[in-house]
């Protein structure tokens, strides 16, 4: 569900505003705490880690009647893709389910040591996500009006082009631009390496198949690499990439997209999904294949 826009602020006005509730929310568990009323002081602190999950969805215009629903999108969304922490994500379900039963279960016998814990994990989250809100505050007031430009590599920008790395836990997942730029010569029928730029600067790079005389006509249309440099991600500069690389592919008329990852690398995969790539079933090596029908 959408959130309201021009009449109650920026984006950023409610992120704030919801921090600031978490901020509230946490001090009076302490408060409760300090005055040995632990249940309360678990009801405090759960919702004081629900206003910080909330302020996130605020980043995305979402909102959620439910408390239940707001939890498991938060979960899907940010820890499953381990944009927060997975051990964050199992504190906060003990979180829910000890404020449930402090709130409603007449013979639930609330600790001091339990009521500190609940107030360690929103602390924690609150930090986590003021970090995060403020990046993509930042963040998405810096990408109101960029141009995102895929250009070819020439001997002007092949050494800047060569010299961005993705972080070394997602090496796995990717060869090296260099790597890719030799591919990319001995297969010069077929492969098309471009280095993205936002605003003039260049942030990544891509590589495409175009095999039109292939067989299969739904089999011609690879994207082969897609990277952003470690220093520069999450910024948004992914999705504003690959939005503009969809865009390349349907003004080329092809008529889908394939891709192939690993299943571990969950944070990819969550940026594919969004943008309608799924897995048809079929195998690369050990990568799975996924496609967007255009």
């Not at 992120?15 to 009323?37: F, M, Q, W, Y």
């Not at 016998?109 to 360690?120: H, L, N, R, S, V």
Request: aromatic residues 10%.
């Amino acid at each position: 569900m959408k959130q309201p826009n021009d009449n109650v602020g920026t984006v950023k006005d409610l992120v704030l505003h919801r921090i600031e509730t978490a901020k509230s929310d946490i001090k009076s568990a302490e408060i409760l705490l300090n005055a040995g009323e632990y249940r309360s002081s678990n009801n405090r602190a759960y919702y004081g880690i629900y206003h910080a999950i909330s302020a996130i969805h605020a980043l995305d215009s979402k909102a959620y009647k439910k408390h239940k629903d707001a939890l498991a999108n938060f979960n899907k969304e940010y820890v499953k893709t381990e944009i927060f922490p997975r051990s964050i994500g199992r504190r906060i379900s003990e979180a829910a389910e000890i404020r449930h039963a402090s709130d409603y279960d007449d013979f639930y016998f609330a600790t001091k040591a339990e009521a500190e814990e609940q107030i360690a994990t929103a602390k924690e989250l609150l930090e986590l996500v003021q970090h995060y809100c403020k990046e993509r505050c930042e963040n998405k007031d810096m990408l109101v009006g960029k141009g995102v430009e895929l250009r070819e590599i020439t001997t002007d920008n092949l050494e800047e082009c060569i010299a961005l790395v993705v972080a070394d836990e997602q090496s796995q997942y990717i060869a090296s631009n260099e790597g890719s730029l030799k591919a990319a010569e001995n297969n010069t029928n077929v492969a098309r390496p471009f280095a993205i730029y936002i605003d003039d600067k260049m942030v990544g790079f891509t590589m495409f198949a175009f095999d039109e005389e292939y067989e299969d006509p739904n089999d011609r249309y690879w994207l082969w690499r897609f990277m952003i440099d470690k220093n520069l991600q999450g910024r948004g500069y992914g999705r504003l990439a690959l939005e503009e690389i969809i865009k390349y592919f349907k003004d080329n008329g092809a008529n889908n997209i394939k891709l192939s990852t690993k299943e571990s690398n969950v944070k990819a995969l969550s940026l594919y999904h969004k943008f309608g790539f799924k897995e048809n079933g079929e195998m690369n090596d050990e990568e799975m294949v996924l496609v967007l029908d255009l």
